[in-house]
DNA sequence: CAGTATCCGGCTCGATACTG
DNA sequence: CAGTATCGAGCCGGATACTG
């Protein structure tokens, strides 16, 4: 691990630890960060609307296998957290246009990261699951 | 977003992609690392174990709100998946030591950035909440 | 097109009790 | 100490039908 890392670990341990004393009214901010990220969808949603502003229905067809009801869902806990805006155009028919907000641009930095380290460690991953299950 | 990410984001996207075409029997890395570390415990306990070895009771009392159940199960997962290693001392009674592997330590890589990110803009999400919600 | 409404099955996870 | 076994509530999320 290197120093940068290191340093980063400890403040993330140290921020738990101030929570927990402190008992806060609030979630712990990276228990509350993952509780958002972490479902089904809003990863790979976010990561579409890294390519631009896109309207509803493209997002249904390219992000694979989600509902209609869960883009919705997912949408809509992203724009409250302030990492997606929702633009309406008055149109017949309707159109509305999701894009990331400068704070949901932000988020983009560690998930490429964390995808990054996804790609790289994949093969790794499933030769370990492969080892252990027999 | 610096050139890095816009690199970062756009092998995620093309890795994405390749893998909706090639209709791979596994999953996409992505999904399967967040669908590994997205789960409720996960994070906080590689966090924990990032401080060095430590014994599963001491485990269940550090990692605030885990059951028992649940810690074995993540532990299980986090081992399965090579990221922990599983130490047991023959002694009475029995002790059994956990640990990061170094393929678990490099997690701490982009796992620290994220938590990173979520203590710079928690304020942030939590403002963007409270304007939403009124 | 971009949603909302309703229903409901499954799976996660917590509580509790028990074992070597 | 370090687990496993069993049960059951809750909520996540899919399917489907309907609306402005």
Redesign the pocket.
């Known amino acids: 691990m290197t120093a940068k890392n290191k340093a980063a670990v400890e403040k993330m341990q140290q921020t738990h630890r101030d929570w927990e004393e402190a008992d806060y009214a609030g979630p712990c901010p990276v228990r509350d960060v993952l509780d958002r990220i972490g ?3 809003s990863v790979m949603v976010v990561l579409r609307l890294s390519g631009g502003p896109i ?4 997002l ?1 067809r390219s992000v694979d ?6 883009l ?2 997912t ?2 806990a992203l724009e409250r957290d302030g990492l997606v805006d ?1 633009t ?1 155009f008055d149109t017949r ?6 894009s990331l907000t400068p704070l949901g641009e932000s988020l983009l930095d560690p998930l490429s990261l964390l995808a990054e380290w996804a790609m790289d460690h994949h093969e790794q991953i499933l030769k370990a699951r492969k080892n252990f299950d027999k």
């Open positions: 479902d089904r969808w309207r509803f229905r493209a249904l296998g989600i509902s209609q009801r869960m919705t869902t949408l809509r929702r309406v028919p309707p159109a509305v246009e999701y």
